[in-house]
DNA sequence: CCGTATCCGAAAAGATACTG
DNA sequence: CAGTATCTTTTCGGATACGG
């Protein structure tokens, strides 16, 4: 049992680090397999994505499928509890737009 | 110039890391001064708590404040354009109850 | 194809001492 | 009171090789 002083801090714990809220964008827009990720997340190794993965799994926003085939085939979606993080990730998105955007503008007329 | 594949890597760049997300949160509530701060945020050192809010300041959500007098007097608020970021804060303060909440009851019954 | 294990370097974070 | 400088520790992330 941890014990926070404020509530975003339990938020922090299970989104913070450099690839879950990227993963977890990807899946909003449905279920896709390992490889897929991998794809769609360039720089990311095969180990820092399983290990992602399974602390999502864990934390029960992320819910993994195996096929029991050769070769194998793995996929990833999210849970309805994972869906109730959709309002944080979308702020995210929206924001870091209008962030690029603003930075964009700033090189225009920059002093020097 | 970064290259993002995503606009929320912008965000993740901001306000990523242990402490920014805390620190704004205590901001939205109004100007605090150093020290101010540095209670609200049991565990934190000086110097995570300087270097945190340098990087906010220079990505322009924070605005300091130097009264010149001894002993010396810092303050600290958020500027207009760190205000905007409150979507994404609130988002994630509501979902952080609601997770620590799920957590309390799933405790409750525990299979084992 | 998917995942694990091991090793390694870089970077974050913490402790401490010192300055204006 | 606020901040800087330095040092140590810890964590994170990446490269590689291997296994089912």
Redesign the pocket.
């Known amino acids: 049992m941890k014990g926070y002083h404020m509530s975003i801090e339990a938020t922090l714990e299970v989104i ?4 879950k809220c990227l993963i977890l964008c990807h899946l909003e827009t449905g279920t896709k ?4 990720l ?1 794809n769609l997340l360039p ?12 602390d999502l799994e864990e934390d029960g926003l992320v819910i ?1 499928n ?1 096929y029991k085939q ?7 979606r999210l849970s309805e509890y994972g869906k109730s993080i959709s309002p944080i990730l979308d702020a995210m998105c929206h924001w870091g737009k209008d962030h690029l955007e603003q930075a964009e503008k700033n090189r225009g007329h920059a002093k020097a």
């Open positions: 913070g680090g450099k690839w397999r390992t490889s897929e991998k720089g990311i190794t095969q180990k820092m994505l399983t290990q992602q993965l399974r993994r195996v050769v070769p194998p085939k793995v996929e990833y």
